[in-house]
């Protein structure tokens, strides 16, 4: 099993910055990509933000150029640096570990609300 605890959530004003942070534990090797989800109400969990074992990053459309993600492999920690947040972005965002290509493991998510 691999353990994630999520922080960094909040409340911030539209064009403000936060930076998540999911710590991994457990069995953490053999873990080949870590990401960031969110849900925002009544809409479908989708993805955010990506990084693999090889650096390799994708982003979804919405948060191109306002969102990066990276990952301190030392902490076994991965981040999502969110700027010029916007209050679409308003959700609950989870972070993922995948593991072995087929297993993924969930974080307990952590509320992100933007204010207009």
């Known amino acids: 099993q691999v353990q994630l605890v999520e922080s960094g959530g909040g409340l911030v004003q539209a064009g403000g910055s936060l930076r998540l942070s999911c710590v991994a534990s457990?069995?953490?090797?053999?873990?080949?990509?870590m990401g960031w989800y969110r849900q925002a109400p009544g809409k479908q969990r989708e993805l955010v933000a990506r990084i693999t074992s090889t650096g390799s990053t994708n982003y979804a459309d919405s948060v191109k150029g306002r969102f990066t993600i990276f990952r301190d492999n030392a902490k076994n920690t991965w981040y999502l640096q969110m700027n010029s947040l916007k209050p679409e972005d308003t959700a609950v965002y989870y972070c993922?570990?995948?593991?072995?290509?087929?297993?993924?493991?969930w974080g307990q998510g952590t509320q992100v609300t933007v204010s207009s």
């Open positions: 457990g069995l953490i090797f053999n873990i080949n990509a």
């Open positions: 993922n570990a995948q593991r072995l290509l087929t297993l993924n493991y």
